[in-house]
């Protein structure tokens, strides 16, 4: 089980948060001006990051915050938490970390 | 290749076992291929086999990162059944049963097909409804279904409880006979050899680690043994699909997540058929070695770890031993984790790219074991004619575009 810390709450079990799935899906500024091709884009595909992920969880239990993570998904191991608002931390898409 | 039968036994019998021949050949790579399948599973190495079978094309590499088979396909719980909702589903998933029935004949190798019929529990009024619906448009379908109140359940299964204080209650359950289990190696194993025999190179320990293209087509892969050239790949990689259509600038609608399963020690015969339920994330069968094989639900995060987590396994046990008390002193010997390749409606996708050349068959999520021969059959048709079968033609990716989605998750569930 994963050993999160919410940026409000701390450290705390996995089962009490919900996922999200990939971070930083922005929303179509326009979107009576898309394709279906761009709407396809934005509604289904995926990254699918092998390596240093950014995704979303929600502390679903506690304090009902969304935030985000950036997680190894090789490795499992957490590297950064950091809320919706603040820009990803660098860390290097490809091939674990 | 020797064809096997009780007089090839008799024959080894007589010298001690010693003289069986290698099931198939490990040649080092050739420099160029009119087909290359990236993914020894059992998906890619069937569609290798009917590429050379059917459409008669010999000059195959099958390229696997470690061994063949070693992937989800010898992680699955084996469960193999037709009964999917909608038309396009039943059609593939039922093409796939009706290969299965002949399988074992066709490629000479026991894959030790067992339909046992497998139930699929309801628990609410919800459950029941949607049951009796996908009986019903099962058989318009040409696909062998029943329907089972709780009595009936009870009777096909004695060892289920269905008491009505039981926290999840039996109200029910589909019932597919022609449903069942299969041995997971031997399909791998099945397929490998008699893909060899028609001149398929199979490759193991040959990592896929780039994808070579010029003018939007493919000419070839790279790979930890060197550049192989193709003008045709057809990526069949399950828990990798994303990462390998990564490799040509293709994004996919993939999430790839962690599902685990676990046996038990073994036992006597307890239980003579498939019991699933999507509901509570249970499903088991017996293994003929006696123990108990069972499958949890996918983690919730993606993952690339081929391991889980306790609290999924620790929520499957819980509804496992509601359903079947005698479980309670059971004790279980290994858990592992297999990741797999979901789509948002739960269905596969088999066909071409954006890339010319570039050919996907992924997505099967939790449930593709069943559709192995089905898989290959399809994807090799696609991969011959540059044209998908009428069985796969509605599995393109551009259904994303279209919004044609074909939504199994009530079929396919967690479970398959
Ligand atoms: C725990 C569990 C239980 C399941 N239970 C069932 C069930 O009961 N019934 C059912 O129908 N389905 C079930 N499934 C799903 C089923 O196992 C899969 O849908 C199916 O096996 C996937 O196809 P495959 O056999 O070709 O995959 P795999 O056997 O995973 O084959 C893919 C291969 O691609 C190789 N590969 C990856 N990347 C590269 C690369 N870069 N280069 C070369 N090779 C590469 C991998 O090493 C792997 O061998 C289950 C899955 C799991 C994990
Ligand atoms: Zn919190």
């Known amino acids: 089980m994963l050993h999160i810390s919410c940026p409000w709450c701390g450290p705390r079990a996995e089962t009490e948060f919900r996922y999200g799935g990939e971070a930083h899906i922005a929303r179509p500024q326009k979107p009576d001006e898309l394709d279906?091709?761009?709407?396809?884009?934005?509604?289904?595909?995926?990254?699918?990051?092998?390596?240093?992920?950014?995704e979303r969880w929600y502390h679903s239990h506690g304090c009902r915050q969304w935030f985000n993570v950036i997680r190894n998904t090789v490795s499992h191991q957490i590297l950064a938490v950091y809320k919706t608002d603040e820009k990803r931390p660098d860390f290097p898409i490809k091939g674990g970390v | 290749m020797?064809?096997?039968?009780?007089?090839?036994?008799?024959?080894?019998?007589?010298?001690?076992?010693?003289n069986w021949p290698r099931q198939w050949r490990s040649p080092e790579p050739a420099k160029d291929y009119e087909v290359i399948i990236v993914g020894g599973g059992g998906h890619g190495l069937a569609t290798a086999y009917y590429l050379a079978k059917e459409h008669g094309v010999r000059n195959i590499a099958v390229l696997e990162k470690g061994w063949f088979g070693g992937g989800n396909t010898a992680r699955n719980t084996t469960i193999?059944?037709?009964?999917?909702?909608?038309?396009?589903?039943?059609?593939?998933?039922?093409?796939?049963?009706?290969?299965?029935?002949?399988?074992?004949?066709?490629?000479?190798?026991?894959?030790?097909?067992?339909?046992?019929?497998v139930l699929n529990l309801a628990h609410s009024l919800g459950d029941v409804r949607e049951g009796v619906r996908r009986v019903n448009a099962n058989r318009l379908n040409g696909v062998d279904a029943e329907w089972l109140d709780a009595e009936a359940v009870k009777e096909f299964c004695p060892i289920i409880n269905i008491s009505k204080d039981a926290r999840h209650p039996v109200l029910g359950a589909t019932l597919q006979r022609r449903g069942g289990v299969a041995r997971h190696d031997s399909v791998a194993w099945g397929f490998a050899r008699a893909a060899d025999s028609l001149g398929v190179d199979i490759i193991q320990n040959c990592?896929?680690?780039?994808?070579?293209?010029?003018?939007?087509?493919v000419v070839g892969v790279e790979t930890t043994k060197g550049t192989i050239k193709s003008k045709k790949i057809g990526l069949v990689a399950a828990g990798h699909s994303s990462v390998l259509a990564q490799m040509a600038g293709v994004r996919l609608p993939i999430d790839s997540h962690p599902l685990q399963a676990l046996v038990s020690e073994p036992i006597k015969p307890v239980i003579d058929c498939v019991?699933?339920?999507?509901?509570?994330?249970?499903?088991?069968?017996?293994?003929?070695?006696?123990?108990?094989?069972?499958?949890?639900?996918?983690?919730?995060?993606?993952?690339?770890?081929q391991r889980g987590s306790f609290h999924v396994i620790e929520h499957q046990l819980g509804a496992c031993l509601e359903l079947f008390p005698i479980f309670?002193?059971?004790?279980?010997?290994?858990?592992?984790?297999g990741i797999v390749d979901t789509c948002p409606d739960a269905s596969p996708i088999i066909g071409k790219t954006p890339v010319e050349g570039l050919y996907v068959n992924a997505g099967w999520g939790?449930?593709?074991?069943?559709?192995?021969?089905?898989?290959?059959?399809?994807?090799?048709?696609?991969?011959?004619t540059e044209q998908p079968h009428p069985l796969n033609a509605p599995f393109s990716l551009d259904r994303f575009t279209t919004g044609a989605l074909i939504d199994e998750h009530g079929a396919a569930g967690v479970a398959h």
Request: proline residues 1%; contains cysteine.
């Open chain 1, 36 to 54: 279906d091709q761009q709407w396809a884009d934005f509604l289904f595909m995926r990254t699918n990051t092998k390596g240093a992920f950014a």
């Open chain 2, 207 to 217: 990592e896929v680690t780039g994808i070579h293209q010029e003018n939007g087509r």
């Open chain 2, 80 to 117: 193999v059944r037709s009964n999917y909702l909608w038309d396009e589903s039943a059609a593939i998933y039922e093409k796939s049963l009706q290969l299965w029935e002949g399988l074992s004949q066709d490629i000479n190798y026991n894959v030790m097909l067992s339909q046992r019929g």
């Open chain 2, 328 to 337: 309670s002193r059971v004790r279980m010997m290994r858990s592992w984790g």
């Open chain 2, 275 to 305: 019991v699933m339920s999507g509901a509570v994330h249970v499903y088991v069968s017996q293994s003929d070695k006696g123990e108990l094989v069972m499958g949890a639900g996918i983690d919730s995060y993606n993952s690339y770890a």
């Open chain 2, 2 to 18: 020797t064809k096997y039968s009780i007089f090839t036994i008799a024959r080894n019998a007589l010298t001690g076992h010693k």
């Open chain 2, 366 to 384: 939790t449930g593709g074991f069943k559709a192995t021969p089905g898989s290959g059959w399809c994807f090799a048709h696609t991969l011959a």
